[in-house]
């Protein structure tokens, strides 16, 4: 047994609620029957709480009254199995949602996977690898910065140069599921409203901060993103993609002040509804689902999510009929895309894949099942490719944009 | 013993000795459990700033107390959201064991420094005690029946989810038998107002020395394992007694109020 015995801190990124966390939890065993993790892997050593007293154990060996009295003792091999278990988490929140404690697990693990990173476990080639790129490109694909804003050169729609309203696109949104910045930016449009759009927008830093990469990058990504909306005047900034409004809402104001609000897209486009001056007047016949993405719905475990606004939207088409699947709002099942697995765990990510939320979507017996996230809509139609299935997955503000 | 004079002895049956043991393991279990707690609590302390600002060890200790006598925390109502019977058992053990606690701080006053129970007080409190031993047995037998017999594929149970339950059930059960040998022995006018008492005291019927000898046996491993419980407790899961309902109330102001399963 390889023994760590100093320089050891296990609880440097933890704040003090985490720590009371960590003890809260009485291994009642609730948060192991929503893991969608446990659920595609039936691995029932690696659940939430299992990674939570495994790593109170650790922390009580490391900074405890026995390790005040022996010293710190931790046998590195458990450490970096229990590193690899806890990359294997979507971050979707289910389980913080459900424990009887309240412990907030979707903040607790990218601070873990923080300490741990900085141990040297964990990811570490990927994550570097990760992080290389977004110096270059300022995108955690590896394309081009030129392509960033095709999608809003080919729409013929000109945002304003300044405006108190930014639309923040995110880099799914300009590189991948354009449909859903195209859709948002319809419907402002549409309802005249006045809006700008940050055009040299760099990675809000998600990627790499969910990871537990707290290197400077992540620092720069973020103080550009600031900069650039302050410059633009802008006042209330919306992303789109619920990750980068989950990073934005909570995790940038720990790197600097932000001189701006943070609201959902949604939230805008819904009170865009409410108040009359977005109506969609192209009626839709059938019925339709909603699948709510996890860090929309469940926020950053703070709860202060987006989940009644894109419903006010969907049923404010004519004729159309919203019915819910079996799991949704806070319990919405996670398709496996979140919380940096795709590149920690492709694998794993890839044996997620989402079936649980075709199949009840499906069992609603709607034609449509719309989402709000662009991983989700990513792998959802991964999916749909590999089992045929009816029905059709389409982003919310894509599909209400069709219907303006 | 007539009505007006009924009373709790506390060391009836125990020798001077004895007492002098119990003194000197309590004195020992009283500074293991402050040495675990303050450990424990000051592993807290050294978080990064939160919503908890710069707590201290005693403001979170405060905070543990104000907690724990907040709705969320005192009705469990996170667990209620949940299933219900997950409520009724966590209701039984938390109502059980602090009626049992509190108890046991008021005989502690009575027996050093007030006599106050004493006749009717003495039988409301007889009662009150005897119903919140019954309720934490009760919640302590759904939870084992929970882990053992109704299981779930997502129950998994380790050795320190089944120490602590039979632990708690193996002192409850010895502090009923240790009540059942004395109101057998005594036979106080109306069964000392412990109805759980009197039922076990059918099974201690027999007379004599060999019951007395029985009782500081039982007694003696009731306070043992009372102690162990009590030491080993900030060393182990059980610390979430302190923890759980700092938790719980900072959950409340999440989600819009609770959550839960379903």
């Avoid at chain 1, 007293?53 to 010293?71: M, P």
């Avoid at chain 1, 055009?199 to 901060?209: I, R, S």
């Avoid at chain 2, 938390?94 to 701080?105: D, E, N, Q, R, Y």
Wanted: charged share 20%; with cysteine.
């Amino acid at each position: 047994m390889e023994v760590c015995k100093v320089g050891v801190d296990l609880i440097k990124h933890l704040t003090k609620r985490q720590l009371v966390e960590l003890d809260a939890c009485v291994h009642c065993g609730e948060c192991v029957g929503w893991c969608p993790v446990v659920d595609t892997s039936n691995n029932y050593q690696n659940t939430p709480m299992d990674k939570i007293t495994d790593y109170r154990s650790f922390v009580q060996v490391a900074h405890g009254l026995r390790a005040k009295i022996f010293g710190p003792s931790i046998d590195r091999e458990k450490l970096k199995q229990f590193a690899d278990d806890v990359y294997k988490c979507t971050t979707c929140g289910r389980c913080g949602v459900v424990c009887p404690v309240g412990i907030n697990c979707q903040e607790l693990w990218p601070d873990i996977r923080a300490t741990l990173l900085e141990m040297g476990f964990g990811p570490k080639e990927r994550i570097d690898s990760l992080r290389e790129v977004l110096e270059r490109k300022h995108n955690p694909f590896d394309l081009p910065r030129e392509d960033r804003n095709k999608w809003l050169k080919e729409l013929e729609i000109n945002p304003e140069p300044r405006a108190k309203f930014a639309f923040f696109t995110g880099c799914e949104l300009a590189y991948r599921t354009k449909g859903m910045a195209i859709g948002a930016v319809k419907a402002l449009t549409a309802a005249n409203e006045e809006f700008t759009i940050f055009e040299d927008e760099y990675c809000c830093g998600f990627p790499l901060y969910v990871l537990g990469d707290r290197s400077e990058e992540v620092k720069s990504e973020i103080l550009h993103n600031v900069e650039g909306l302050k410059a633009m005047g802008a006042e209330v900034v919306a992303p789109y993609c619920p990750c980068c409004f989950a990073v934005m809402k909570h995790i940038w104001k720990n790197y600097v002040e932000i001189p701006f609000k943070v609201v959902h897209i949604l939230e805008v486009v819904a009170d865009l509804v409410e108040s009359g001056r977005l109506k969609f007047t192209k009626p839709f016949s059938g019925k339709v689902t909603y699948h709510d993405p996890c860090y929309l719905s469940r926020g950053w475990g703070d709860g202060a999510g987006v989940i009644e606004q894109p419903r006010r939207i969907i049923n404010a088409i004519p004729g159309i009929e919203l019915v819910e699947m079996e799991h949704n709002r806070l319990h919405s099942r996670c398709p496996g895309s979140g919380g940096g697995l795709r590149r920690s765990n492709p694998e794993l990510s890839e044996e997620m894949a989402g079936y649980f939320i075709v199949k009840e979507a499906e069992a609603t017996g709607a034609k449509v099942l719309l989402t709000a996230c662009p991983a989700v809509n990513e792998r959802l139609n991964y999916v749909k490719s590999k089992n045929k299935t009816k029905l059709e997955i389409v982003d919310v503000l894509d599909f209400a944009a069709n219907q303006i | 013993m007539l009505v007006d004079q009924a009373t709790r002895e506390v060391f009836w049956n125990i020798p001077a000795q004895m007492q002098v043991f119990f003194y000197l393991a309590a004195g020992l279990t009283v500074l293991v459990f402050i040495a675990g707690f303050l450990g424990r609590i000051s592993i807290w302390t050294k978080g990064k700033e939160d919503e908890f600002g710069r707590f201290g060890r005693l403001d979170f200790i405060r905070l543990a107390v104000t907690s724990f006598f907040s709705p969320d925390c005192i009705l469990a109502r996170r667990s209620f959201s949940i299933a219900a019977y997950r409520g009724v058992m966590l209701l039984f053990i938390i109502w059980g064991f602090t009626t049992l606690f509190a108890g046991t701080a008021l005989l502690t006053i009575d027996h050093y420094a007030i006599k106050f129970l004493q006749g009717s007080v003495y039988f409301v409190y007889s009662l009150a005690l005897d119903a919140a031993g019954a309720l934490l047995l009760t919640g302590v037998l759904v939870a084992l029946l929970r882990r053992y017999l109704v299981r779930s594929v997502s129950m998994v149970t380790s050795y320190e989810d089944s120490l602590f339950l039979f632990l708690l059930l193996a002192i409850l059960l010895l502090g009923f038998s240790i009540e059942g040998i004395r109101i057998s022995a005594l036979k106080p006018e109306d069964f000392d107002y412990s109805p759980v008492g009197f039922l076990f005291s059918k099974i201690f019927g027999f007379e004599g020395d060999s019951l007395l000898a029985l009782y500081r046996l039982l007694w003696t491993a009731h306070f043992a394992l009372a102690f162990v419980f009590i030491a080993y407790l900030p060393f182990s899961k059980m610390f979430h007694l302190f923890a759980a309902q700092i938790t719980v109330s900072a959950a409340s102001r999440r989600y819009g109020g609770l959550q839960g399963g379903r």
